[in-house]
């Protein structure tokens, strides 16, 4: 008789998607789907979906990917799934006893909590005097600002029905604020190998997963499933995020208000100075894919709210893309693309593997193989209009103490064919160093002087082989097109630890301390397996697990989500604007105040406020 499936498959053998016809009236809540091939077939190769119920009455099955720890005695997480955020029922009870009397007949109130430090490391209980205060932002005129803020019940054994509002920028005179725009997102909780359950995506409520996905992935999936609706449980709160963008804005001062339906309005009071962020350059790279993706349907906008976002983030290292060419171009921001390989593929594992190691290898007939190649790669960029200076070319990824002399050979076969490519080289940490964790002389003389600065156009080089380091130091800060450096990072993107948030906003911060203009780190999205799963890799080796995912964003079904550690470095290259505006504006006094407040460690939110008000001032 054969299944549905093999009626679907004999129906239109060559589709990608199949109908699979049911009886008309089909008993059962279940449809299992079986799997038959020659071998493996991974479980997000697979789509099933239709148009069964799902309702409270016949929910979907939900397995969750993630687990929290709930212990015994009474007590509640202030934050669903986090053990650190645990409180006593007396301890939340007298909490609510010290709350202004006008507060505690609230359902729930709002405080602001770590806009950029850890949020869960404890119990949410905000100090009765910061319940409900107004929130102040300071901003320029095309830049955006967030603040985390928690929504706290004031039930504690019971749970609260709620739903957030935010009401329209007015100026002073009750008129619509034009170009000034706010909202509010909502953490999702999520777990993770290495740093355990944490605050992470943070959704929009038209980017939601769906509510079973939201439950699966999710530990307080069921709570914030239909946002901006939360549910908040007994003791508990909602993590959430307000953004407010000003692109456009005109100075003024200008009042929203945020609301739960029936509770106390708690005012946002922005203050936007006549101020305007320039653009400058600064090379900033992800080593990794710069848009997400939802497998099987995207909306026809997809790619270009994506690029949206990663423009924002200051990315600008990229493979070619007329998209992203004419999005930035609309911004005000250059580019510089990766066209390919500067060694030709028959080389390449010769360079890259460091077979070749001395001049002797390199013979007339690989120059003449070189200049051939070189001639190709600048005719293609040519013909997507591409000058010189809006693309690069390299030579393999993080050259070691073994390949280096090869690169160093390419790179002046390279420039020799043409001196006007531009050649990228980012030095790994393992390079020019002894025993005793400094640069070698010899290393050093041998790999580095005499060819990276005079072939090298873009450097960037492994952080760690700059602190301390004063011979390499002099090599990798060089005049040249760019001098940045890069770090692995991306994994630790799990933590809310602070020094893991603030990582991302800092590369714009010591970037410009070191006079230079780029930063890199791995990865901006790279996910192993799921991007939602951080549990699904392999143990490699004894004792020792891969890291989950190198990704600081998920893929929504509308758009990028994004978490704390993205907007840290949305947040860092708009820093990196604002010091340079310092620059132009010549207030080298202000800067170096500014500059010298991070050195000493000062929030860098203080020294954001007071580099802005610097560049408005007149004097």
Not at 560 to 587: F, M
Request: proline share 5%; hydrophobic share 35%.
């Amino acid at each position: 008789m054969g299944t549905a499936f093999d009626r679907g498959i004999d129906d239109c053998p060559d589709a990608k998607f199949h109908r699979l016809p049911l009886p008309e009236k089909p008993e059962g809540r279940f449809v299992r789907l079986t799997l038959l091939g020659a071998s493996g077939t991974e479980l997000d190769e697979v789509v099933a979906w239709g148009d069964a119920e799902v309702s409270d009455s016949a929910p979907e099955a939900i397995n969750p990917v993630t687990e929290g720890q709930y212990p015994v005695g009474v007590s509640y997480e202030t934050i669903k799934g986090i053990t650190k955020s645990f409180v006593s029922d007396r301890e939340s009870f007298y909490w609510v006893q010290s709350l202004a009397p006008e507060h505690k007949k609230q359902h729930a109130v709002w405080a602001q909590v770590p806009t950029w430090s850890s949020i869960s490391g404890a119990a949410i209980l905000p100090d009765p005097k910061d319940v409900n205060r107004p929130i102040n932002i300071v901003m320029a005129r095309n830049e955006t600002e967030c603040v985390a803020l928690a929504l706290k019940n004031t039930l504690v054994d019971g749970v609260r029905d709620v739903e957030v509002t935010m009401s329209r920028f007015q100026t002073s005179s009750g008129g619509d604020a034009d170009g000034l725009t706010g909202k509010l997102s909502v953490f999702g909780v999520i777990g993770s190998r290495n740093f355990g359950n944490n605050l992470g995506p943070i959704f929009e409520a038209d980017n939601l997963l769906g509510k079973s996905l939201m439950q699966k992935y999710l530990l307080n999936g069921d709570l914030i499933k239909d946002f901006p609706a939360v549910k908040l449980s007994p003791s508990g709160a909602a993590v959430l995020w307000l953004s407010v963008n000003t692109e456009g804005a005109k100075p003024g001062v200008y009042k929203a208000y945020l609301q739960i339906k029936g509770g106390e309005a708690v005012p946002v009071k922005v203050e936007v100075l006549d101020v305007t962020l320039p653009k400058p350059f600064a090379l900033v790279g992800t080593y990794s894919g710069n848009v997400t993706n939802m497998f099987p349907f995207v909306y026809s906008d997809r790619e270009e709210q994506d690029i949206d976002y990663a423009l924002r983030c200051g990315i600008s290292k990229w493979g070619y893309s007329k998209l992203v060419q004419k999005m930035a171009k609309e911004r005000g921001m250059k580019m510089m693309y990766e066209i390919g390989a500067l060694v030709p593929s028959i080389y390449m594992d010769n360079v890259y593997c460091g077979i070749w190691t001395k001049e002797s290898d390199f013979g007339e007939k690989h120059e003449q193989e070189v200049a051939e190649h070189i001639k190709g790669v600048v005719q293609r960029a040519k013909s997507l209009g591409l000058s010189y200076d809006e693309w690069f070319g390299i030579t393999g990824d993080e050259p070691h103490e073994g390949n280096i002399a090869a690169v160093a050979a390419m790179c002046k076969l390279i420039k020799k064919a043409d001196p006007n490519v531009n050649i990228y080289v980012n030095p790994a940490y393992w390079i020019g160093f002894d025993d005793g964790g400094v640069a070698s002389d010899h290393i050093v003389k041998k790999g580095l002087q005499r060819w990276y600065s005079k072939h090298v156009d873009i450097s960037m080089p492994l952080v760690l082989l700059l602190q301390g380091r004063p011979q390499s130091w002099k090599e990798f800060s060089a005049p040249r097109l760019v001098n940045s450096y890069y770090l692995v990072s991306g994994h630790l993107g799990r933590s809310e630890q602070a020094a893991e948030v603030q990582l991302y906003r800092k590369y714009a911060w010591d970037s410009f301390s070191w006079g230079f203009n780029g930063w890199a780190f791995y990865s901006y999205y790279s996910p192993r397996g799921s991007a939602w799963n951080h549990f699904d890799r392999s143990p490699v080796g004894e004792g020792f697990h891969e890291p989950s995912d190198y990704s600081i964003v998920y893929p929504g079904p509308r758009r990028v989500i994004p978490t704390r550690q993205s907007e840290a470095l949305r947040e860092g290259y708009e820093d990196w604007c604002l010091l340079n505006l310092l620059k132009e504006k010549g207030k080298s006094a202000d800067l170096q105040r500014v500059l010298k407040g991070y050195q000493q460690g000062k929030p860098m939110d203080e020294l954001r406020t007071l580099a802005l008000r610097a560049a408005a001032s007149r004097k």
